[in-house]
């Protein structure tokens, strides 16, 4: 089945510092790739996506390229903010509609 | 317009009790989708319905629970003598339809009901 393996928080940076985690898959076919974000006390938020293989997406400074090749499609931002303290999920849509999420990376952004 | 909305948004029950958790989903929305998320098991997928019918109930983890949905729009997820293991937040998603390339598939979130079993 459809597997999705993010690395393991929690993540504390410094303003402005460079942010990275890791997203691996293991599904068939052909899926979308996502990141969701939860910022504290809110719903999940679509924060950008990718559709094919070599696709990036992007929002908000944070960027994402999907890699057939190595399956990852890993979160990076060159400087974080302290709004950008919040709980990040990987996932991604296979051919039966349903979002197979990792198990999150809580970030915490301080001054 | 308006997004997708969960009633209530928290809800405390005791042990062996009934419950019933609401979803209105985004205007138009054909698909709609129930996850829960715990601490221990992350985001997991429940059930989703395409119009009122529901082609995937793989996700639903026992017989106590059971969905709904009617006139294409509004859902209830009910959970029957509920346990603690039951505690977690109850997500629910809509999206424009189900199409056979998943590309623009986007679901869009509720902000969760959290149940807490006593």
């Known amino acids: 089945g459809n597997s999705v393996t993010q690395m393991e928080g929690p993540v504390t940076l410094s303003e402005e510092a460079f942010l990275t985690i890791n997203c691996t898959y293991t599904?068939?076919?052909?899926?979308?790739l996502f990141w969701y974000v939860q910022y504290p006390g809110e719903g999940l938020q679509l924060l950008l996506k990718a559709t094919k293989a070599d696709d990036k997406g992007s929002n908000k400074g944070f960027e994402a390229t999907y890699r057939k090749e190595t399956t990852s499609f890993h979160l990076e931002k060159g400087s974080v903010q302290v709004s950008d303290s919040a709980v990040y999920f990987c996932a991604l849509l296979g051919s039966n509609y349903k979002l197979t999420f990792g198990k999150g990376t809580l970030l915490t952004v301080n001054p | 317009g308006a997004g997708v909305s969960q009633s209530p948004s928290n809800k405390v029950t005791e042990k062996g009790k009934d419950v019933e958790l609401r979803c209105d989903p985004i205007s138009g929305h054909t698909a709609l989708y129930w996850y829960r998320q715990s601490l221990g098991q992350g985001l997991e997928f429940l059930i989703y319905f395409q119009g009122n019918s529901a082609p995937d109930k793989s996700g639903l983890p026992s017989d106590r629970f059971s969905a709904e949905r009617t006139g294409g729009s509004v859902s209830t997820l009910t959970i029957q003598r509920t346990q603690q293991e039951d505690s977690a937040v109850y997500l629910c998603?809509?999206?424009?339809?189900?199409?056979?390339?998943?590309?623009?598939?986007?679901?869009?979130f509720g902000p969760g009901t959290r149940l807490t079993v006593l």
């Open positions: 599904a068939t076919g052909y899926p979308s």
């Open positions: 998603a809509s999206s424009p339809t189900v199409k056979a390339s998943n590309a623009y598939n986007e679901q869009f």
